[in-house]
């Protein structure tokens, strides 16, 4: 057997590995329209006719305070949040201001564009709706008001765009105080990262089907099943990072700089796809500068880097 093993492992690795395959242009056009250019629609119920316009102005969720309370954040994603928030003002040129609220959102003063709830342990059930009923409050979302919205994985981001303007939730599972293992770090990082790029850019994942071909990410994932699995189990924790980028890719930093640097007020339209195309190569420009800032690696997966050669 061990014989059998062993002309096993040299035969696979005498065979030959095909290149890694750059993305092109047109993929990186077709992700964006996957990602950014769809039809709106309301995941509770159809959109009030009062309602305002939906507008999906990623600079100016950017300009907007943020609260981050529950919890105190553990300082593992502190790392994590600091770097992404200098990478918003890298790409952005501007940063709301940050406050660190007690265990609930309105410890907060005025009026933040984004609530991060942290917690550890069981889903906090009874205080996320709470957080929603805030959020409704000063926002005048529109939330139901007859059952309670359900925790659906042990993180979650939500926007709502409101009558007095337009908010993110984000719901954030962390560990707890118990030193963390190497497959913990990077489960709990790639979900705070993951939810911050939702909260400040808009758009949805993007699923593939494909599992031969590399991640080109808008946080791309696999269906998976993870289904009856604790959210704390190292096999829960492997099949989520299995399923999607363990942070963020190549053109994922490109649509940062795409999305700061447009003029239109919304972007889920044709024409933030032609504003790409006219000006494809200075954002290519700008994202490889920004890849070639070694502050930004903890928010990097590696295996998704390249851009259109």
Same mark, same amino acid.
């Given at each position: 057997?061990?014989?059998?093993?062993?002309?096993?492992?040299?035969?696979?690795?005498?065979?030959?590995?095909?290149?890694?395959?750059?993305?092109?242009?047109? /993929?990186?056009?077709?992700?964006?329209?996957?990602?950014?250019?769809? /039809?709106?629609?309301?995941?509770?119920? *159809?959109?009030?006719?009062?309602?305002?316009?939906?507008?999906?102005?990623? *600079?100016?969720?950017?300009?907007?305070?943020?609260?981050?309370?529950? /919890?105190?954040?553990?300082?593992?994603?502190?790392?994590?949040?600091?770097?992404?928030?200098?990478?918003?003002?890298?790409?952005?040129?501007?940063?709301?201001?940050?406050?660190?609220?007690?265990?609930?959102?309105?410890?907060?003063?005025?009026?933040?564009?984004?609530?991060?709830?942290?917690?550890?342990? *069981?889903?906090?059930?009874?205080?996320?709706?709470?957080?929603?009923?805030?959020?409704?409050?000063?926002?005048?979302?529109?939330?139901?008001?007859?059952?309670?919205?359900?925790?659906?994985?042990?993180?979650?981001?939500?926007?709502?765009?409101?009558? /007095?303007?337009?908010?993110?939730?984000?719901?954030?599972?962390?560990?707890?105080?118990?030193?963390?293992?190497?497959?913990?770090?990077?489960?709990?990082?790639?979900?705070?990262?993951?939810?911050?790029?939702?909260?400040?850019?808009?758009?949805?994942?993007?699923?593939?089907?494909?599992?031969?071909?590399?991640?080109?990410?808008?946080?791309?994932?696999?269906?998976?099943?993870?289904?009856?699995?604790?959210?704390?189990?190292?096999?829960?924790?492997?099949?989520?990072?299995?399923?999607?980028?363990?942070?963020?890719?190549?053109?994922?930093?490109?649509?940062?700089?795409?999305?700061?640097?447009?003029?239109?007020?919304?972007?889920?339209?044709?024409?933030?796809?032609?504003?790409?195309?006219?000006?494809?190569?200075?954002?290519?420009?700008?994202?490889?500068?920004?890849?070639?800032?070694? *502050?930004?690696?903890?928010?990097?997966?590696?295996?998704?880097?390249?851009?259109?050669?």
């Amino acid at each position: 057997m061990t014989r059998i093993l062993t002309t096993l492992i040299v035969l696979l690795m005498a065979m030959p590995v095909a290149a890694a395959q750059f993305p092109t242009r047109e /993929e990186f056009l077709n992700l964006a329209r996957q990602g950014w250019v769809f /039809e709106m629609r309301s995941n509770v119920r *159809r959109r009030d006719h009062t309602m305002p316009a939906v507008r999906t102005n990623s *600079r100016a969720m950017v300009a907007g305070s943020i609260c981050l309370y529950g /919890e105190p954040v553990h300082p593992h994603l502190m790392d994590v949040f600091t770097t992404f928030r200098n990478l918003i003002n890298a790409v952005y040129g501007q940063v709301g201001t940050l406050q660190f609220g007690q265990k609930e959102a309105p410890s907060c003063a005025g009026t933040p564009r984004i609530f991060v709830r942290f917690y550890s342990g *069981r889903p906090p059930h009874r205080a996320f709706n709470a957080d929603l009923r805030h959020v409704d409050e000063v926002y005048d979302i529109d939330l139901p008001q007859d059952r309670d919205q359900p925790i659906l994985g042990p993180a979650q981001a939500a926007t709502f765009f409101g009558r /007095e303007g337009t908010a993110s939730h984000l719901l954030i599972n962390q560990p707890g105080d118990a030193p963390l293992t190497q497959l913990q770090r990077q489960y709990y990082r790639t979900l705070l990262i993951e939810e911050l790029f939702h909260a400040f850019t808009f758009g949805m994942d993007i699923l593939k089907f494909d599992r031969k071909t590399a991640f080109r990410s808008k946080l791309q994932e696999h269906p998976v099943n993870l289904r009856y699995l604790a959210w704390d189990s190292p096999k829960f924790m492997r099949g989520l990072l299995a399923s999607n980028p363990k942070g963020l890719c190549a053109f994922d930093i490109f649509m940062m700089h795409a999305l700061a640097n447009t003029a239109l007020d919304s972007v889920n339209t044709q024409e933030f796809l032609r504003f790409i195309s006219a000006h494809f190569d200075r954002l290519e420009g700008l994202t490889r500068a920004t890849l070639a800032d070694a *502050r930004f690696n903890l928010l990097m997966d590696n295996r998704c880097r390249d851009l259109p050669a």
